[in-house]
């Protein structure tokens, strides 16, 4: 689309000019949004990994710190030579071994109230004593339990039996 314009010119002798429209065509527009679209569409596919490999991340420093505030726990008991206490560790609540637990751990849990907890949030499962983690990305978690896809978490007692009589002996 073109204006004319008319301009007065010495000797009042008028003169065309041409001067293009403002603004965008239909086409162009619809061009626009398409490119923008596909960018959108590529950059969306790029981060869902990017998202899933932070979850993985995440999940693993907390486990990272769940072993050693058990191992510190663990050397208590050794150093005070309660090995009854260490026995007494398996079937616990790891989180209880901090002293602030995670914003998105939502406490020690039983039958209804399980159901209640959202995907990226951690419980612990009173009836089985597992320490559980609801899996966001869950199309692409491997193993755990599920649907809802979840992480499970026991302590247990692991040690060498020496002496064949089925317990811990020094």
Not at 77 to 104: C, E, K, W
């Amino acid at each position: 689309k073109c204006f004319r314009i008319f301009q007065s010119g010495p000797g009042g002798q008028g003169s065309a000019v041409f001067r293009p429209a403002s603004g965008f065509s239909l086409l162009e527009l619809m061009v626009a949004l398409i490119v923008i679209g596909i960018l959108a569409a590529v950059a969306l596919q790029k981060l869902y990994p990017i998202q899933a490999d932070a979850e993985r991340v995440g999940l693993e420093n907390m486990l990272g710190n769940l072993k050693s505030a058990l191992g510190i726990k663990v050397a208590n008991h050794i150093a005070r030579d309660d090995l009854r206490g260490i026995q007494a560790l398996a079937g616990t609540n790891p989180f209880d071994l901090f002293t602030d637990p995670p914003a998105n751990y939502r406490g020690a849990l039983a039958g209804n109230e399980i159901a209640q907890v959202g995907a990226g949030e951690w419980y612990f499962d009173r009836a089985s004593g597992a320490l559980a983690y609801r899996v966001r990305n869950a199309d692409v978690f491997q193993g755990g339990s599920g649907p809802p896809a979840e992480a499970r978490f026991a302590l247990a007692a692991v040690y060498e039996d020496r002496t064949g009589n089925g317990r811990f002996d020094r």
